[in-house]
């Protein structure tokens, strides 16, 4: 029998061989490709995971730090303002902050109070309508009670709860852990942070957090931990719900879906304790609470939420068990299809790479965002003081140097309250425009905040190419604007600092680019200035003399010189003026034009004028017993003054009524300025302080506002006619006939004059002459001191003589 070869079963075995080799190789290749795949599905979850928890920090990140910032709003709004901010102004600045943010329970206004301004500052609180007003204790039960003495406290005085809420007048000194942040913020100047088992504003209801803001005296420059210490006047507070905070940040963001997270602070002893978590919108069931240890084990980021910078809580963030972000195990795929599947591997892993890409996009887009000015789309102060600082590093290595270019708009706030922050708002952004279109692609550009703006001019080896820079900006920027109909037009103030090699650093130059812009507004605005060794040796001249000023009453350096008004006729001295002056332990005398300013723009101007009266109320005492008391003492006040405090006819009528002066001794002088600015403005007070029955007077009349109205519609009881028209009357007969005319309207409307500045024999007869019965000024006798003084009031007497002065003896009364 014969062999059909080609039917043995070798020769099948033989041609399935290329189909096992086949189906080996595809079964190798598949089960390497699959197992590829697995592992690129594994690294890719991870990345996605890890770009989307990072995406839920920035966003609450940013959320935390917007409610940050409306605590800084408000130490803003306290820095802001010159006179101290009243309970009014405090609830209408606080009132929208609240509504817009309900994690914030509370926000209040804790001052710094001394033990000896205790009493006083108990009545201040009872009279602004707490009632029972008094600096307090919490005891561990939460009962009040009053607290006991020490140096200084921290009580709070205003606060966004109804007056007869117990937490007013809390001292916080008496909280060591609060007590303890609140020194920290001090002594660093930043915010500081303190966990409470209860918020006694939320009615016992829930934990949280308290905050607190320092805020130094107006006008201070606070560089050291002693400075901060001596020139703190209070803290902004608030209470904080974080739950509720992390709540509504996620309600109003789109956060990423996917993910549980958890919040942990830490106890005393480095403790993590939870503090609230937040599961995912896709979960079907609640999250369970859990501890930190747990998370760790597996797939988690873990990230520290800082508030002002400092780590404040630990976020700690997986992926929900069967969400999206788990990996999906697509090898089953690639052992069924084979060669098919190698191919789709390859989209898939270039697909994954452009996942990868766009997920790098977002998270650049979002860096982005944290460095843009989200109005102008310009960078912002944080991403400007980076590259100021990557420009001071570069010319340090010997790059070209740069200038700093600081300006904001004159008055912008006109805009604001005439035709709305709308229309500021589309200027604000029309004025980038045109500043990013007239500068070179290499300037940078940043808004600083509010209307203020920054250019970091590159390659500017010569200060004058800034100032040609400023000139074109200012140019540019005058030309009037269209918004909805309105033409709108500004001006600018412009500050410039140059780099120098001895620079501090890219804080001392904004500071100096600062200093510039505000030496081009004292100039009167739509100008540029440049900085100088000059300019920082004034500022800081400023700030020593306003230093040594705040303690000058202490130290008994001030003291009041009196220069006696005379009746030309007789001689006989009718009243005095009271003149400040400073006895510097060190410096000598002085002048009053310097250090009046500089306690104008301190804050310091309330205390000086209060103790000026109080002073010159304590002499004419001293004078009455005596029986020699002039008719009238003259007393000059600020402007400031009378804008800066609310209770100024109070303040009046208790010096006054502590030495027991009638108050038609004291006669008040105030400039035409400034009389027109308080008859406009604050025409109440004025009005109070007439009912009082003091005097009013007009100091250098004749130099200040054309409009006489105010003479007609204000009863003023004498007018002193200025020493600059005085000194040229026998010589300038304009002069002469200002001043004639002066004292004929003085006399048809019933009003007193006296004439100052009067240093001849020859003013004096014009006087006379002209009809003005009184005069003062170095003829008679120059200011002196109480005890000259008392010489003078005494003999009653002033006989003017050649070349010196001297006291005529006489028996008129």
Same mark, same amino acid.
């Given at each position: 029998?014969?062999?059909?070869?080609?039917?043995?079963?070798?020769?099948?075995?033989?041609?399935?061989?290329?189909?096992?080799?086949?189906?080996?190789?595809?079964?190798?290749?598949?089960?390497?490709?699959?197992?590829?795949?697995?592992?690129?599905?594994?690294?890719?979850?991870?990345?996605?995971?890890?770009?989307?928890?990072?995406?839920?920090?920035?966003?609450?990140?940013?959320?935390?730090?917007?409610?940050?910032?409306?605590?800084?709003?408000?130490?803003?709004?306290?820095?802001?303002?010159?006179?101290?901010?009243?309970?009014?102004?405090?609830?209408?600045?606080?009132?929208?902050?609240?509504?817009?943010?309900?994690?914030?329970?509370?926000?209040?206004?804790?001052?710094?109070?001394?033990?000896?301004?205790?009493?006083?500052?108990?009545?201040?609180?009872?009279?602004?309508?707490?009632?029972?007003?008094?600096?307090?204790?919490?005891?561990?039960?939460?009962?009040?009670?009053?607290?006991?003495?020490?140096?200084?406290?921290?009580?709070?005085?205003?606060?966004?709860?109804?007056?007869?809420?117990?937490?007013?007048?809390?001292?916080?000194?008496?909280?060591?852990?609060?007590?303890?942040?609140?020194?920290?913020?001090?002594?660093?100047?930043?915010?500081?942070?303190?966990?409470?088992?209860?918020?006694?504003?939320?009615?016992?209801?829930?934990?949280?957090f308290l905050f607190s803001l320092p805020v130094y005296?107006?006008?201070?420059?606070?560089?050291?931990?002693?400075?901060?210490?001596?020139?703190?006047?209070?803290?902004?507070?608030?209470?904080?719900?974080?739950?509720?905070?992390?709540?509504?940040?996620?309600t109003a963001n789109q956060v990423p879906e996917g993910?549980?997270?958890?919040?942990?602070?830490?106890?005393?002893?480095?403790? &993590?304790?939870?503090? $609230?978590? +937040?599961? #995912? *919108?896709?979960? !079907?069931?609640?999250?369970?609470?859990? @501890? %930190?240890?747990?998370?760790?084990?597996?797939?988690?980021?873990?990230?520290?939420?800082?508030?002002?910078?400092?780590?404040?809580?630990?976020?700690?963030?997986?992926?929900?068990?069967?969400?999206?972000?788990?990996?999906?195990?697509?090898?089953?795929?690639?052992?069924?299809?084979?060669?098919?599947?190698?191919? &789709?591997?390859?989209? $898939?892993? +270039?697909? #994954? *790479?452009?996942? !990868?890409?766009?997920?790098?996009?977002? @998270? %650049?887009?979002?860096?982005?965002?944290?460095?843009?000015?989200?109005?102008?789309?310009?960078?912002?102060?944080?991403?400007?003081?980076?590259?100021?600082?990557?420009?001071?590093?570069?010319?340090?290595?010997?790059?070209?140097?740069?200038?700093?270019?600081?300006?904001?708009?004159?008055?912008?706030?006109?805009?604001?309250?005439?035709?709305?922050?709308?229309?500021?708002?589309?200027?604000?952004?029309?004025?980038?425009?045109?500043?990013?279109?007239?500068?070179?692609?290499?300037?940078?550009?940043?808004?600083?905040?509010?209307?203020?703006?920054?250019?970091?001019?590159?390659?500017?080896?010569?200060?004058?190419?800034?100032?040609?820079?400023?000139?074109?900006?200012?140019?540019?920027?005058?030309?009037?604007?269209?918004?909805?109909?309105?033409?709108?037009?500004?001006?600018?103030?412009?500050?410039?600092?140059?780099?120098?090699?001895?620079?501090?650093?890219?804080?001392?130059?904004?500071?100096?680019?600062?200093?510039?812009?505000?030496?081009?507004?004292?100039?009167?605005?739509?100008?540029?200035?440049?900085?100088?060794?000059?300019?920082?040796?004034?500022?800081?001249?400023?700030?020593?003399?306003?230093?040594?000023?705040?303690?000058?009453?202490?130290?008994?350096?001030?003291?009041?010189?009196?220069?006696?008004?005379?009746?030309?006729?007789?001689?006989?001295?009718?009243?005095?003026?009271?003149?400040?002056?400073?006895?510097?332990?060190?410096?000598?005398?002085?002048?009053?034009?310097?250090?009046?300013?500089?306690?104008?723009?301190?804050?310091?101007?309330?205390?000086?004028?209060?103790?000026?009266?109080?002073?010159?109320?304590?002499?004419?005492?001293?004078?009455?017993?005596?029986?020699?008391?002039?008719?009238?003492?003259?007393?000059?006040?600020?402007?400031?003054?009378?804008?800066?405090?609310?209770?100024?006819?109070?303040?009046?009528?208790?010096?006054?009524?502590?030495?027991?002066?009638?108050?038609?001794?004291?006669?008040?002088?105030?400039?035409?300025?400034?009389?027109?600015?308080?008859?406009?403005?604050?025409?109440?007070?004025?009005?109070?302080?007439?009912?009082?029955?003091?005097?009013?007077?007009?100091?250098?009349?004749?130099?200040?506002?054309?409009?006489?109205?105010?003479?007609?519609?204000?009863?003023?009881?004498?007018?002193?006619?200025?020493?600059?028209?005085?000194?040229?009357?026998?010589?300038?007969?304009?002069?002469?006939?200002?001043?004639?005319?002066?004292?004929?309207?003085?006399?048809?409307?019933?009003?007193?004059?006296?004439?100052?500045?009067?240093?001849?024999?020859?003013?004096?007869?014009?006087?006379?002459?002209?009809?003005?019965?009184?005069?003062?000024?170095?003829?008679?006798?120059?200011?002196?001191?109480?005890?000259?003084?008392?010489?003078?009031?005494?003999?009653?007497?002033?006989?003017?003589?050649?070349?010196?002065?001297?006291?005529?003896?006489?028996?008129?009364?």
């Amino acid at each position: 029998m014969t062999m059909n070869f080609l039917s043995s079963p070798m020769v099948n075995i033989r041609r399935f061989v290329p189909c096992i080799l086949a189906g080996a190789v595809g079964i190798g290749v598949s089960v390497m490709a699959a197992g590829l795949t697995a592992n690129r599905e594994s690294r890719s979850a991870e990345q996605q995971f890890n770009a989307t928890a990072e995406n839920n920090f920035m966003i609450l990140q940013n959320g935390v730090n917007e409610y940050v910032n409306k605590l800084r709003a408000v130490r803003a709004f306290f820095d802001s303002s010159e006179a101290p901010v009243s309970r009014n102004a405090f609830e209408t600045f606080t009132r929208p902050l609240l509504v817009e943010n309900a994690a914030i329970s509370t926000l209040s206004w804790v001052p710094r109070v001394l033990n000896s301004e205790r009493a006083e500052f108990e009545r201040e609180g009872v009279q602004q309508g707490i009632p029972d007003y008094h600096i307090k204790m919490m005891a561990a039960d939460g009962k009040m009670s009053l607290s006991p003495e020490r140096s200084e406290y921290y009580p709070i005085l205003y606060a966004t709860l109804p007056k007869t809420f117990p937490l007013y007048g809390l001292d916080l000194r008496s909280e060591p852990p609060t007590l303890l942040e609140m020194e920290h913020a001090r002594d660093q100047d930043r915010l500081g942070i303190s966990g409470v088992r209860v918020l006694v504003s939320s009615g016992g209801e829930r934990s949280g957090f308290l905050f607190s803001l320092p805020v130094y005296s107006h006008g201070s420059f606070p560089n050291s931990v002693e400075d901060r210490r001596r020139s703190l006047a209070g803290f902004v507070h608030g209470s904080l719900s974080p739950g509720k905070m992390f709540e509504t940040i996620i309600t109003a963001n789109q956060v990423p879906e996917g993910l549980d997270s958890y919040f942990f602070t830490l106890d005393a002893d480095s403790t &993590a304790l939870p503090l $609230y978590m +937040n599961g #995912s *919108r896709l979960r !079907a069931t609640p999250l369970q609470p859990t @501890n %930190r240890g747990s998370l760790a084990a597996g797939l988690h980021l873990s990230r520290d939420i800082t508030a002002d910078g400092q780590p404040w809580l630990t976020m700690e963030m997986v992926p929900m068990p069967g969400g999206a972000l788990l990996p999906h195990d697509r090898a089953w795929i690639v052992l069924i299809f084979g060669l098919i599947i190698t191919g &789709a591997v390859v989209i $898939y892993i +270039n697909t #994954s *790479r452009r996942h !990868a890409r766009r997920m790098m996009q977002v @998270n %650049r887009q979002v860096s982005d965002l944290a460095q843009t000015d989200a109005l102008t789309s310009l960078v912002n102060r944080r991403a400007f003081m980076t590259q100021l600082g990557a420009a001071f590093a570069a010319c340090r290595r010997g790059a070209k140097p740069f200038a700093v270019l600081y300006f904001d708009l004159d008055h912008f706030k006109d805009v604001n309250d005439t035709l709305g922050h709308a229309v500021g708002d589309a200027l604000l952004r029309q004025i980038a425009a045109r500043v990013v279109a007239c500068v070179r692609e290499n300037d940078v550009v940043a808004r600083i905040g509010g209307d203020e703006f920054a250019i970091l001019q590159t390659d500017a080896e010569d200060a004058s190419a800034a100032g040609a820079l400023a000139d074109k900006i200012a140019t540019i920027l005058a030309a009037s604007y269209v918004i909805a109909g309105n033409e709108v037009h500004v001006s600018v103030s412009i500050g410039i600092s140059h780099y120098e090699p001895d620079t501090a650093g890219p804080e001392a130059m904004m500071i100096q680019a600062d200093l510039a812009l505000y030496r081009a507004k004292e100039d009167g605005r739509n100008c540029v200035r440049f900085h100088s060794a000059d300019l920082d040796r004034q500022v800081r001249e400023r700030v020593v003399i306003a230093d040594d000023l705040r303690g000058a009453i202490d130290r008994g350096e001030l003291e009041l010189h009196y220069q006696p008004q005379v009746e030309l006729r007789t001689r006989r001295i009718v009243g005095l003026e009271a003149l400040l002056r400073w006895r510097h332990k060190t410096r000598g005398d002085i002048p009053p034009s310097v250090f009046i300013p500089i306690a104008e723009r301190s804050g310091q101007i309330n205390a000086l004028g209060q103790w000026v009266l109080d002073a010159a109320c304590r002499q004419l005492r001293l004078w009455q017993d005596q029986g020699i008391a002039p008719e009238i003492l003259g007393v000059n006040f600020s402007a400031l003054q009378f804008k800066g405090s609310a209770t100024i006819d109070r303040d009046v009528a208790a010096s006054l009524s502590k030495w027991s002066i009638a108050p038609e001794k004291i006669e008040l002088e105030l400039t035409e300025s400034v009389l027109m600015e308080i008859t406009q403005q604050h025409s109440d007070r004025f009005e109070d302080l007439r009912r009082l029955g003091v005097r009013i007077a007009i100091d250098d009349f004749g130099t200040g506002y054309s409009s006489l109205s105010y003479l007609a519609n204000y009863p003023i009881n004498r007018v002193k006619v200025a020493q600059e028209l005085v000194f040229r009357v026998d010589t300038d007969h304009r002069s002469a006939t200002v001043v004639r005319a002066a004292i004929r309207l003085a006399h048809e409307l019933g009003i007193e004059i006296i004439a100052e500045g009067v240093e001849t024999e020859g003013q004096e007869k014009f006087l006379l002459s002209a009809g003005c019965g009184h005069a003062q000024g170095y003829y008679f006798s120059k200011p002196v001191d109480a005890a000259h003084a008392t010489e003078f009031l005494r003999v009653g007497k002033i006989e003017p003589g050649r070349p010196s002065l001297r006291v005529v003896q006489t028996t008129a009364a």
